[in-house]
C-alpha cells in the first residue's frame, strides 16, 4: 500500500495527527504496536488516572464531607476492584471512540511496530512475528515516552512499579511510598491517600511540582498533607528492593550520610519519563536524536530527514497530550501547505488532584530571573462564596501581569475546577489581553471563575472586590 502520510503512535498526538491530516485530503494510515489505539495516555496514563482520582475522591468526600452535607452514610467501604473495572471500562469507551474516528475518516489501522526500512518505506512487525511492509510519502514519528526506572531501583513490576502498574492494584495497600514529587506521583499517591493508604513521597528537589510557580507548591503541599501524605524533600533515594510481598527503600537528605528507610506494601517510581523510540529504526535514514535521546526537529517539527516529522513526548518540551495534539495538527496543516502555529508559551500545565492545580505563561520566579518588571494579584477561594457553598474552599488564584503594560505573563491556579478554569487565562494570554480585560469581563455569580477576576482586580491596582 502507498500513503500519502503514515503516523507511527495512536496516542493523542498521533491520531489527532491523523484525523487532521484525513480532513486535508491526504491517503493516511496509522501504526500502533498495541493491540489497541490510544498510546499511554489513553491506556495507561490521563484518562484511567483521571477516572480513579474521581472514584477515589467521590469516597473522600462521603467519608469526610457529606456528614456536614446533611447526609448521612453507613457502612461506608472502599471496593477498589469495582473501581479498576469502573477504570477499565471507562479506558475500553475511549478505545473504541477513538477506532469509530479511524473508520469516519477512513484512516488505515496497522498495529505492530514500525521502523523505517528507508526514508520512504515503512516495515510493520506483528506480534506473531510476521511483517508487512508500505509505502509512504510522508511519516510523522508519535511513539511517546515511558516511565524512567533507573537499574539501581530494581523495577520487578510487582511491589517496585510505575504508574502502569499503580493503576491495577485491586487490593487497597496499607501503605506505599512514591519517588517523586511530580504530577504523577501526586496524582496517584492523592488517589491512594484519600482511600486510606499510608503515603509517604521522597523528592529531591526541596519543593513538590518543582516546574510551577511556587505558590502553587506551598497550596498543594498543604492541601496533601491534610491527607495525610507525609513528605520528605531534598532527600535522595540510594536503594529500593522488592519482595514477593513489600518493597523496601533507603534513602538520605541529600547534606548527610545517616541512611533511612521505608519499608511499605508498594514503591512507586515516579521520577519522570524519557523518549520512546525503541525499534523505530532511526538509524536506517539517518535521523539525529539529542543528548537525552529526543527526536531532533525544527521549527515545523520536521526531523533533519526532509519528509519524516516528530511530535510529542518524543520531541524535547512539556510531555502533555494536549502538546502533542496541537503539534500533530500543526505538522498536518504544514504539509497541506498552510501556515499553523503553536505559542509554547501558552499551553497549560495541569495537576488533577484534588484541589486542583493549572498554570500557563510565566512564573513568578521566571519573571524575576528575566528581570522583567511586573505586579501580582492573588485571591484565596476561602472568600469566594460558590467555594463555601461546595465546601472547596482550599488554594488560591494568582494573576501576574507587566508592571508597565499591565499585559498578562501569568496566571497560577490552586482550588477546585482549575484545569477548567485556565482555559479563560490561555484565550486572555492568546490575545495578549491585560488584567485590567480580565476585570472587567462579566463572570457568573456565584462561579469559582471569579477568584480569577478578583485576583486580576488585586493585579490592578489592589481592587479586590471580596477580599
Known amino acids: 500500500m502507498k500513503y500519502d502520510v503514515t503516523v507511527i503512535g495512536s496516542g493523542p498526538g498521533g491520531y489527532v495527527a491523523a484525523i487532521r491530516a484525513a480532513q486535508l485530503g491526504f491517503k493516511t494510515a496509522i501504526i500502533e504496536k498495541y493491540d489497541v489505539l490510544g498510546g499511554t495516555c489513553l491506556n495507561v ?20 464531607k457529606f456528614k456536614e452535607h446533611g447526609i448521612d452514610v453507613t457502612g461506608l467501604k472502599v471496593n477498589l476492584k ?20 479511524m473508520k469516519k475518516n477512513k484512516i488505515d489501522v496497522y498495529h505492530g511496530l514500525g521502523s523505517f526500512v528507508t526514508k520512504n518505506k515503512i516495515k510493520i512487525t506483528k506480534l506473531d512475528g510476521s511483517h508487512e511492509e508500505i509505502e509512504t510519502d510522508k511519516t510523522i514519528i508519535a511513539t511517546g515516552s515511558k516511565p524512567i526506572t ?19 492494584i485491586e487490593k487497597l495497600p496499607k501503605k506505599m511510598v512514591i519517588i ?111 543528548d537525552r535521546g529526543r527526536v531532533k526537529v525544527d521549527g515545523h517539527l520536521q526531523t533533519n530527514v526532509e519528509g519524516i516529522f516528530a511530535i510529542g513526548d518524543v520531541i524535547q518540551g512539556p510531555m502533555l497530550a494536549h502538546k502533542a495534539e496541537e503539534e500533530g495538527v500543526l505538522v498536518a496543516e504544514y504539509m497541506a501547505g498552510q501556515k499553523p502555529h503553536i505559542n509554547y508559551n501558552l499551553i497549560p500545565g495541569v495537576v488533577y488532584t484534588w484541589p486542583e492545580v493549572a498554570a500557563v505563561g510565566q512564573t513568578e520566579q521566571q519573571l524575576k530571573d528575566a528581570g522583567i518588571p511586573y505586579k501580582v494579584g492573588k485571591f484565596p477561594f476561602k472568600a469566594l462564596g460558590r467555594a463555601r457553598a461546595s465546601m472547596d474552599t482550599e488554594g488560591m488564584v494568582k494573576v501576574l501581569a507587566h508592571k508597565e503594560t499591565d499585559e498578562v505573563l501569568g496566571v497560577h491556579m490552586v482550588g477546585p475546577r482549575t484545569a477548567d478554569m485556565i482555559a479563560e487565562a490561555v484565550a486572555i494570554m492568546e490575545f495578549r489581553g491585560s488584567a485590567e480585560d480580565i476585570a472587567r469581563m462579566s463572570h457568573a455569580h456565584p462561579t469559582f471563575t471569579e477568584a480569577t477576576k478578583e485576583a486580576a482586580l488585586a493585579a490592578t491596582g489592589d481592587r479586590a472586590l471580596h477580599m
Open 45 to 64: 496514563g490521563c484518562i484511567p488516572s483521571k477516572a480513579l482520582l474521581d472514584s477515589s475522591e467521590h469516597y473522600h468526600n462521603a467519608a469526610h
Open 82 to 101: 469495582q473501581m479498576i473495572q469502573r477504570k477499565r471500562d471507562v479506558v475500553s469507551q475511549t478505545n473504541g471512540g477513538i477506532t469509530f474516528l
Open 150 to 168: 533507573p537499574a539501581s531501583f530494581n523495577y520487578d513490576k510487582k511491589r517496585v512499579i510505575t504508574s502502569t502498574e499503580a493503576l491495577e
Open 180 to 290: 517523586g514529587a511530580g504530577v504523577i506521583g501526586l496524582e496517584l499517591g492523592s488517589v491512594f491517600a484519600r482511600l486510606g493508604t499510608e503515603v509517604e513521597v521522597i523528592e529531591y528537589a526541596d519543593r513538590i511540582i518543582g516546574g510551577m510557580d511556587k505558590d502553587c507548591s506551598k497550596e498543594l503541599q498543604r492541601s496533601l498533607k491534610k491527607l495525610g501524605i507525609k513528605f520528605h524533600l531534598k532527600h535522595m533515594v540510594t536503594e529500593v528492593k522488592g519482595t514477593s510481598r513489600s518493597a523496601t527503600v533507603k534513602f538520605k537528605k541529600r547534606d548527610t550520610e545517616n541512611e533511612l528507610e521505608i519499608k511499605a506494601d508498594y514503591c512507586l517510581v515516579a521520577i519522570g519519563r524519557y523518549a520512546y523510540t525503541e525499534g523505530l529504526g532511526l538509524e536506517n535514514v539517518g535521523i539525529e536524536k539529542d
